[in-house]
C-alpha cells in the first residue's frame, strides 16, 4: 500500500506572476473573449487553477472573479484543486459496472490510499471515477491520462501504476 495521503484541496501553489503575465501577454491579448483560451493555459501550466492565479487574472482583463469562478466550474475539465501528474480515471458506467469496474476501484484506493476526486501527497496520481470513456466493449476500463487499459482485472491495478512513477 502507498505511503501517500490525501492532500489538503486547498493548497496553494505558489504563482509566479511574471511568467503568468508573460504567458498571458504572450499566448493571448487582455481581451475578456479569450478568458477560457487563458484558463485552458493556467490549467495546462499548473495542472488546475490556483486562486492566486484567477485574482490575478481577474485584475489583468478586468473580468470579476466571480465571472471568472462561474466559467471555472461550469466547465468539468477545469479544476480548482491541485491534481496529480497522472489522471487516473476509473469507469463506472453500466458495462464496466457489470463488469467488476467497482473492484477495480477498490484496488486503486487501496494503492493509492485516496479516494476519487483525491490526489496523493506526492501529487503523482489523481483518482477520478467517470461514465462510460466511450469503449464500453472493453470494460472495465481505466485511463491514465491518455492511455486506456481495458479489460483491466484487480490483480493488474499495480502493474499499471508502476508504469506512471
Ligand atoms: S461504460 Fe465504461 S466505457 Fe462505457
Not at 501517500?4 to 499566448?27: G, H, N, P, S, W
Not at 484567477?54 to 477545469?78: D, H
Not at 489523481?126 to 481505466?142: A, D, Y
Request: hydrophobic share 35%; proline share 3%.
Amino acid at each position: 500500500m502507498s505511503e501517500a495521503q490525501a492532500i489538503r484541496t486547498d493548497e496553494a501553489q505558489e504563482v509566479d506572476f511574471v511568467e503568468l503575465d508573460t504567458m498571458i501577454d504572450k499566448e493571448f491579448s487582455t481581451d475578456k473573449e479569450n478568458l477560457i483560451m487563458i484558463l485552458q493555459a493556467i490549467q495546462r501550466h499548473y495542472n488546475y487553477l490556483p486562486k492566486p492565479a484567477l485574482t490575478y487574472l481577474s485584475a489583468k482583463i478586468g473580468v470579476p472573479c466571480s465571472k471568472i469562478y462561474e466559467v471555472a466550474t461550469f466547465y468539468s475539465t477545469f479544476s480548482l484543486a491541485p491534481r496529480g501528474r497522472n489522471i487516473i480515471s476509473i469507469c463506472l458506467g453500466t458495462a464496466c459496472h457489470v463488469r467488476g469496474a467497482e473492484r477495480v476501484r477498490e484496488r486503486l484506493h487501496d494503492a493509492l490510499n485516496i479516494a476519487d476526486g483525491q490526489t496523493t501527497e506526492d501529487r503523482r496520481y489523481t483518482l477520478e471515477s467517470v461514465r462510460c470513456i466511450g469503449c464500453c466493449s472493453l470494460g472495465p476500463v481505466l485511463k491514465v491520462n491518455e492511455d486506456m487499459y481495458g479489460r483491466i482485472a484487480t490483480d493488474e491495478v499495480e502493474k499499471v501504476l508502476g508504469h506512471y512513477e
